[in-house]
């Protein structure tokens, strides 16, 4: 079976969660700092973003303001630190798709990514993926010409 490639997602910052996006028919472009992330919007074609709200070259959002600012049109979802209500309000504020709180279970991560990415059915994902641990259980064939 082969599952197509919906949506390509760009996450920032978030190291520890890209994993468990693999659930997902989406192509993750994973950055770990803002300023890369900003340079490799300029070069991909990007669907929606995943950052964190506190990177470590661009605090307060830094990264997310500028990318609503550039490409308002874009699902954005933005993780915050769990219980920083500041940080919470000032994402809203930017208006961004999400926001979820660093601690959020696996769970609620995968439907929230795949309901801003218009991918309603997560069950039948889950069954039809065949990525689990990252590496596809199919192997590429070359067809001779």
């Keep these: 079976m082969i599952v197509l ?7 920032v910052g ?24 900003a340079r490799s919007l300029k070069n991909e074609k990007v669907d929606s973003v995943i950052s964190k709200w506190d990177l470590d ?4 959002g830094r990264f997310l ?4 600012t550039v490409k308002p049109d874009i699902p954005t979802i933005a993780f915050v630190r769990a219980g920083d209500h500041t940080q919470e309000i000032a994402a809203r504020s930017l208006g961004v798709s999400a926001v ?14 795949a309901n801003a990415l218009g991918l309603k059915d ?10 689990k641990n990252g590496k596809s259980r199919y192997r590429k064939r070359e067809i001779a010409k």
């Design 5 to 11: 490639v919906q949506a390509n997602v760009l996450t």
């Design 14 to 37: 978030l190291d520890d969660r890209n994993e468990v996006l693999r659930e997902l028919p989406i192509r993750l472009i994973t950055m770990r700092s803002g300023i890369e992330a």
């Design 100 to 113: 979820l709180t660093e601690d959020v279970d696996d769970e609620l991560f995968l439907e929230t990514i």
């Design 65 to 68: 303001k500028r990318l609503r």
């Design 122 to 131: 997560l069950v039948a994902i889950r069954t039809i993926s065949p990525a």
């Design 57 to 60: 070259d661009m605090k307060d």
